[in-house]
């Protein structure tokens, strides 16, 4: 039987660092439910208003404090225990969980709460995502990380794929009291993974402005084996400011945030979704549902055949070619509905709905494939007292990028119909990443042998 190690994902990091192990699987069973509950609140929400537009009023109360707190909680990741920002930030999100399911099993049925525990939910996330995310870097050595990154990918497209469904079935059969409560249950796993990760404290080098140095084994007083010694920090929005003028003069980390913007924001078609379920494909909702799972499911095939991932040497060149083909995939999904027409079926036309899926499965596979190298320049070639100032930013670009993409699409599709909008959006997205590379030529030489920031 032919050996697959060189093609499934390098599960390596997972043998060789028992703190990652535990917190890949903790995260990846707290994942899934977490996002039971995006679509249980959403059903919540739609079930007491009956209208489409309060649903879409959650995402505004998820993405306000998730950009306002971004920056601040990557600040408060680089000047305080890592392990114990990560593990009250949980502690908070476990009680949020606790809270929606509260209000359900007393049948409270009021909507302000809902956004208001949304709003607390995300303000709890802007601190735990930075936290956990630099923490990654500091468990395993820089050469492991693209495997790292790549199988933190499979976990979360798995929840991605699996969460929703759940979700849906479990409000259906039992109510939204019991999909609350088993999130919280399953939140559990991330607050045990969390609690049993060794002390992770700050390591802050002398000048902000210097060259990331090569992560090493350091001493308990200095896990990041830099040479630097932890002091204490006062966190501000000086700390904040500091962590801007740093990316500021970092082209190649700076150049991973743009490229993702324009590939989100032109080229990210889920707002589409429902009408091409009425108007193109047929099926309503559960042809948007399936369409939405063939993002995830092409991510997750893309990480459990990574295992090339880990030996690219030519990251940034990897993740301009990804974006490519995020953007050709975006719009071959277009050219699918241009061919099958905006005919409002009454009946689901299958090889539409295929074509559909694979154009749509290819686009998650590229984005995961880029996702996996975007965040391993991050963490690579940053110092580790930036990294969480950093990962706030990512985190900022990555929830607001598809944030600004649903406006310009859906502006799009009101003047051209969905179909063109697909397609205009796909090229465009290819033409604007080209253009950033062109200002940006060392980002095509990025080497990961050599780790420039």
Known sequence: MPRLDGILADTTPLRVSPPFRRLWWGLGISNLGSQLTVVAVGLQVYALTGSTLAVGVLGIFALVPLVALGLYGGALVDAYDRRKVALLASWALWVVTGLLALQAWLDVGSVGVLYGLVALQSAAFA?????????????????????????????????????????????????????????????????????RLPSIPPVLTSDVSEPASTPGHGGPDNPAGDGAAPRRKVVGISSVVDGLRYLATRPNVRTTFLVDLAAMILAFPRVLLPAVGVLFIGGGETT?????????????????????????????????????????SIAAFGAVLLLVGSTNPSQ??????????????????????????????????????????????????????????????????????????????????????????????????YDALHPEP
Not at 361 to 376: C, E, P, Y
């Open 127 to 195: 601190i735990n995502n930075p936290a956990r995310s630099a923490i990654i870097p500091r468990l395993v050595e820089p050469r492991l990380l693209p495997a790292a990154n790549a199988l933190q990918t499979i976990s979360w497209s798995v929840a991605l794929t699996v969460g929703p469904l759940l979700g849906a079935f479990l409000v259906a059969l039992w109510g939204y009291g019991i999909a609350y409560t088993i999130d919280a249950v399953l939140f559990a796993a991330a607050l045990w993974a969390v609690w």
């Open 288 to 328: 948007t549902g399936v369409l939405s799972a063939a993002f995830a499911v092409g991510a997750v095939l893309a990480g459990v055949f990574s295992g090339a991932l880990s030996r690219v040497r030519w990251q940034g060149l990897v993740i301009a070619w990804a974006i490519t083909a995020w953007g050709l």
């Open 348 to 445: 689901v036309l299958v090889g539409g709905l295929v074509a559909a899926c694979v154009a749509l499965a290819l686009a998650g596979a590229s984005d995961a494939v880029s996702a996996v190298f975007r965040q391993t320049i991050l963490q690579t070639a940053t110092p580790d007292d930036m990294r969480g100032r950093l990962q706030g930013v990512f985190i900022v670009v990555v929830a607001g990028g598809p944030r600004l993409g649903e406006v310009v699409l859906g502006a799009q599709a009101s003047w051209f119909g969905e179909a063109w909008a697909a397609v205009a959006g796909g090229l465009a997205c290819i033409v604007v990443v080209w253009l950033i590379l062109r200002a940006q030529p060392r980002f095509l030489r």
